[in-house]
Structure formats: structure tokens, C-alpha cells
């Protein structure tokens, strides 16, 4: 599924022009590529140590 940036239409994964305005739609793309989101941070590095003895 592609969305037309320029009047929102949903267009076919393999269409390069959208099918309401026209516009381009960039390269066609074979598989979506997998989004990735980063790591959070572990939550003991919020707060600082406690003082050793």
C-alpha cells in the first residue's frame, strides 16, 4: 500500500502515479523493509549509584 503524499489516496504497492492526482510516488519497491526502533535504555541508568561503604 503506497499513500499518494500530495492528496492521501491509497494506491497498489507496484504503482509509481497515483491513481487520483497524478502524482509521482517515487521507485517502485520490492518488500517493505522491517522498521526498527531502538533499544530503550535499561532503567538503573536513570539514577545515579548509591555511595559504596
Do not use: I, K, Q
Not at 503524499?5 to 497515483?18: A, L, S
Amino acid at each position: 500500500m503506497r499513500v499518494c503524499p500530495d492528496c492521501g489516496t491509497v494506491n497498489g504497492e507496484g504503482d509509481d502515479f497515483c491513481g487520483n492526482c497524478g502524482a509521482y510516488l517515487g521507485w517502485s519497491r520490492g518488500a517493505a523493509a522491517p522498521v526498527v526502533e531502538p533499544a530503550a535504555a535499561p532503567a538503573a541508568a536513570d539514577h545515579d549509584p548509591e555511595p559504596g561503604p
